[in-house]
């Protein structure tokens, strides 16, 4: 990356955050037409769902993977399993996004009751870490691209690379959670 990318992360870091967020109220809140995106098969829109929890189900462990790998002082085997964590992060959020822009939310089929008192408690937490996360993860990925290795010592890429693989372990475990509450115990 250029010396500019370099001295300016954290314009970086919120840029992209605001697109990357943008990008989802405006499919959460319908502001991205559906006939802007060809519409996919049936059977390829209902795999979506299926699809993301094994996609998130991989990227904890890519995740823990890194953690590991630095905790052990393997820096490419981390610098992998991060970038692979991410590249795991985009496709799931490309599926995601894809689907709630032709297909819409996902009704819960589950009791009033599970609903009101289970679901949108654990989803409204899910929604909450994966905001939160988005500028974490940029903020330790731009560091990381933008600097050698032993420079990285001097800026903030373990604390918040940190605190994004808490909210992104979290966040993607409970997202499995809300999988399962719509598609597999309901």
Do not use: K
């Amino acid at each position: 990356m250029s010396n500019w990318a370099r001295d300016n992360v954290p314009l970086l870091t919120a840029a992209l955050s605001v697109v990357s967020l943008g990008l989802v109220f405006g499919a959460v809140g319908g502001v991205i037409p559906e006939t802007v995106l060809p519409r996919a098969s049936d059977a390829v829109l209902d795999a979506i769902p299926h699809l993301n929890a094994v996609i998130s189900a991989t990227a904890i462990a890519t995740i823990i993977l890194g953690w590991r790998a630095i905790s052990r002082g393997d820096v490419e085997r981390h610098r992998a399993f991060m970038l692979a964590s991410f590249g795991l992060f985009t496709v799931f959020l490309v599926g995601y996004l894809y689907r709630l822009i032709v297909v819409g939310t996902a009704t819960f089929p589950g009791p009033e009751t599970v609903y009101t008192f289970v679901y949108l408690p654990f989803l409204a937490i899910h929604i909450l870490l994966a905001i939160v996360c988005i500028p974490f993860v940029f903020y330790a990925l731009l560091l990381a691209l933008t600097r050698p290795y032993p420079e990285l010592y001097d800026t903030a890429h373990a604390r918040a690379g940190f605190v994004a693989a808490i909210l992104w372990l979290i966040s993607f475990a409970m997202g499995i959670g809300v999988y399962l509450l719509l598609h597999h115990i309901y």
